[in-house]
């Protein structure tokens, strides 16, 4: 089997070998009009040659690599013959007048009609095409002569790949992940070229999971949110209740989240809480003494509870509250209770607010005893820790 790698790397050197003794000779021709006119040649001419390049962009390529040309916008193609190892490039090194040659791209600089020229470009481009007939060369389109647009690339004849090719394949799904998953520049020449309809099924997937990741990637930012939010409230319950009764408030306000966040699939939990007071009156004491009065149970028992909605989101790792409502009831035991005309007076006060994972605060029951010997302040705290509620008296 001929070795292409071996083949192509042949041709290139001995085409850059002709065409750099093609200019030596042309520019040696100018140098000796200009001696005869007395000038100095090397201050007045440019100084124009090629070699073989062996960079990594000249040899062989693989499909990620290629992809990454694509990208990068130095190359047009998938199907390139550096993927088959049957391309190669020259570079060309130039100076100006009197200066170092070097690697450039400059041909306009290298080549004109002007004094400090020996060569227009059109007849470079002439003789360039003769050596490449010799060395059957063609040019990155597969074709014979000066390849515009790239034409310091050299490669066999047939060398092109099917775009069937698996590595081909490779090099598309490789340049879209590059663009739209790794962020690289988009080469629109080549996306809206004859590529144009072998890339849309891939670019297709590929922004899908792009897509995908972008909706993944906010979602993270969106539980790392901490949105502000906090409920304040009185409710008068209760107020100089003397006889067995129960009462709730209405709804104080909600904390949620703000309607413009996509917050995601929404979850509601219903959580409640409470615990109760008991009080005796100085009149119990002596009634119990006459054997006028029970001797087990209380005079006033009051209970008060909280309940709410805890709302989370499937986009939010910070939840909320909804629908808070306080309730309180009192009770009324023993005929001691009623003889003495006791009243109980029960007030709830809240201050709940959102700037963690969950919303946090304390539900205050300020109740108060009063009977014609004697009053009593106490309290019933409920603590409220997202779903967690703790309740205790005072």
């Known amino acids: 089997m001929p070795d292409a790698a071996g083949t192509i790397t042949t041709k290139v050197k001995a085409f850059a070998k002709d065409i750099t003794a093609y200019l030596t000779a042309e520019r040696l021709k100018k140098e000796k009009a200009l001696k005869k006119a007395g000038k100095d040649a090397d201050a007045t001419l440019v100084k124009v040659s090629f070699e073989y390049s062996s960079s990594a962009g000249s040899v062989s390529r693989t499909p990620e690599k290629q992809a990454e040309y694509v990208s990068k916008g130095t190359s047009w193609t998938c199907a390139g013959s550096h993927l088959v190892d049957k391309a190669r490039h020259v570079k060309m090194l130039y100076g100006a007048a009197g200066s170092k040659p070097g690697v450039s791209w400059d041909l306009k600089g290298a080549f004109g009609a002007k004094d400090h020229h020996f060569m227009t470009l059109s007849t470079l481009q002439t003789k360039w095409a003769a050596l490449m007939k010799k060395h059957d060369l063609k040019n990155h389109k597969g074709g014979d002569g000066w390849g515009k647009g790239d034409a310091f690339h050299f490669e066999l004849d047939d060398s092109k790949v099917p775009r069937s090719d698996k590595r081909v394949q490779a090099c598309l799904l490789h340049y879209a992940k590059l663009t739209r998953l790794e962020g690289k520049p988009k080469n629109t020449k080549f996306e809206n070229g004859s590529w144009k309809s072998d890339l849309k099924p891939v670019l297709a997937k ?110 939010l790792s910070q939840s909320f509250i909804r629908n808070l409502v306080p309730t309180a009831s009192v009770v009324y035991n023993t005929p001691v209770a009623r003889w003495l005309s006791m009243s109980v007076t029960g007030t709830s006060r809240i201050i709940l607010k959102a700037n963690g994972a969950d919303p946090a605060g304390t539900v205050v029951f300020d109740v108060v005893f009063k009977s014609p010997l004697a009053s009593e302040k106490r309290k019933i705290l409920i603590d409220i820790t997202g779903s967690k509620v703790k309740a205790t008296s005072q």
């Open 206 to 315: 590929i922004q899908a999971e792009a897509d995908k990741r972008a909706q993944e990637a906010k979602r993270e930012e969106m539980k790392k949110l901490r949105i502000g939010a906090e409920i304040k409230g009185t409710a008068k319950l209760l107020q100089g209740a003397n006889k067995s009764s129960h009462a709730s408030n209405t709804s104080w306000a909600s904390m949620v989240a703000p309607v413009h966040e996509d917050r995601g699939k929404e979850t509601v939990r219903k959580v409640s809480g409470g615990s109760a007071l008991v009080w005796d009156s100085l009149g119990r004491s002596l009634f119990e003494k006459l054997g006028m009065a029970e001797t087990k149970g209380f005079d006033v028992q009051v209970k008060a509870s909280v309940a709410f909605e805890l709302v989370q989101y499937a986009n």
